[in-house]
């Protein structure tokens, strides 16, 4: 069984502040995926990444997937409070997206 | 575009009733289609995938007796809890892969369901 372990599990910082989520896993995936998933909804894709070693930006989100394609992290830079989510990490290991394995979560709250 | 829809969004029901749930894609065709259950405060867990026209694939530890998957149509797949009990209280969430482009996974919104 793949595992996608990430870490924190938990993380409640103010508005402002920087963040970085970590996803780690022992098994090599084809792509990483990031999502964010709000209470009562369901997770809405961030990015993808899928060259080892490579960086992606989204405005104050910087996405980093491990050279090993192994590990990926999300940073974030001066949070906000519509930061606030579930952040979910998932692999591919198949190259087709057929199959996902998700992590196991890091629940953000970012307050004023 | 790539709009995924459940339904219904909520529902509640007695022990040892079934439910349907209702996946649609709303602007494609998904040949596939998945089903993840997500307890509270936990990730996604996959518990089946669904292709049209054939039997659906379940995860190990998944009962298929129980979660029946029916996936008719390019655009509809169902996911029916029979004889449900509290412990199958849950959010199910589908998502769909189109047969073009990048077989990128669209989510639904989810479904909650509450066995009383």
């Known amino acids: 069984t793949q595992l996608l372990e990430q870490s924190p599990q938990f993380l409640s910082i103010q508005e402002g502040e920087n963040l970085t989520v970590y996803c780690n896993s022992s098994s090599v995936f084809s792509s990483l995926q990031w999502y964010r998933q709000e209470p009562g909804e369901g997770p809405v894709l961030l990015v993808t990444v899928v060259t080892g070693g490579e960086v992606k930006k989204l405005k104050r989100l910087t996405f980093q997937f491990g050279d090993a394609r192994k590990d990926s992290s999300l940073h974030i830079t001066a949070a906000q409070p519509g930061d606030t989510g579930l952040y979910l990490c998932a692999g591919d290991n198949t190259g087709t997206a057929s199959k996902l394995t998700f992590g196991t979560g890091t629940r953000l709250q970012v307050t004023l | 575009g790539a709009v995924v829809s459940q339904h219904p969004s909520w529902v509640i029901c007695k022990s040892g009733t079934s439910v349907k749930i209702e996946c649609r894609s709303l602007d494609f065709q998904a040949t596939t289609m998945f089903w993840y259950r997500q307890f509270p405060k936990q990730s996604l867990m996959l518990m089946a995938t669904?292709?049209?026209?054939?039997?659906?694939?379940?995860e190990q530890g998944v009962e298929k007796d129980k979660f029946l998957i029916n996936h008719a149509s390019l655009t509809l797949s169902t996911l029916t809890v029979t004889s449900a009990h509290p412990e199958d209280s849950s959010f199910y969430i589908c998502s769909a892969t189109s047969p073009s482009g990048t077989d990128t996974q669209y989510f639904g919104p989810g479904t909650r369901l509450t066995v009383l």
């Open positions: 669904s292709n049209e026209g054939s039997k659906a694939t379940y």
